[in-house]
Structures are given as structure tokens and as C-alpha cells.
């Protein structure tokens, strides 16, 4: 039975290596080949193609779909320093006079 395991195993996992030598043939046949009319009617098409894509404005807009949508791109804080706060308006109005002791 472990043997048949072991096999079965194998069979597996060669199978894919074995279809990778196995000959490339092609089932499909060529398809036949296009007449002068055809060949004419492609060549208008593709002239009509390019004519209207040039008439078609280039886009100086930018084409973002979402670029309503977002809120306005966070600003910079002011950089906090360590320095010691400094003293307020109306402290530096109000002085004391000097005592006499």
C-alpha cells in the first residue's frame, strides 16, 4: 500500500514536467488572408483614426477624479522651540517702585 502511495506520489508531480517536453503543435490554421478590399477598408479606418485624434485637444487639466474630494494639504506648524516663555504685555507695564526701607 505505501508503495502505491509513493508511486501515485510521483505520477503527480511529473505529469507537469512531462507536458513541458511533450512538442508544441499549433491545432489552429492560419486564417486566410485579407483581400485588396479589405486591406483598403483597414487602411481608411486607420486614417480616419488618426485624423480625429488630432483633433482631439491635448488635456492641460489634471485628470485626477478625487482631486475635489480631498480637504486642503495639512500646513506647516510653526516649529516649537525650548526656549523659556516670554514675559506678557501687561507684565512689563506694571512696575514696581522702589521701596525705601
Known amino acids: ?31 486566410p488572408g485579407k483581400t485588396d478590399e479589405e486591406k483598403a477598408a483597414d487602411a481608411e479606418r486607420d486614417q480616419r483614426y488618426k485624423e480625429t485624434m488630432k483633433k482631439i485637444p491635448d488635456a492641460k487639466t489634471s485628470s485626477d477624479p478625487w482631486g475635489g474630494m480631498r480637504a486642503d494639504p495639512p500646513k506647516n506648524a510653526a516649529p516649537k ?18 521701596t525705601a526701607n
Not at 509513493?6 to 486564417?31: F, R
Not at 522651540?81 to 522702589?98: D, E, F, I, M
Open 1 to 31: 500500500m505505501k508503495a502505491f502511495r509513493v508511486a501515485a506520489l510521483l505520477a503527480i508531480i511529473a505529469g507537469p514536467a512531462y507536458a513541458q517536453q511533450m512538442p508544441h503543435i499549433n491545432m489552429m490554421q492560419d486564417a
Open 81 to 98: 522651540t525650548s526656549v523659556a516663555p516670554k514675559a506678557s504685555a501687561a507684565a512689563k507695564k506694571t512696575k514696581t517702585a522702589p
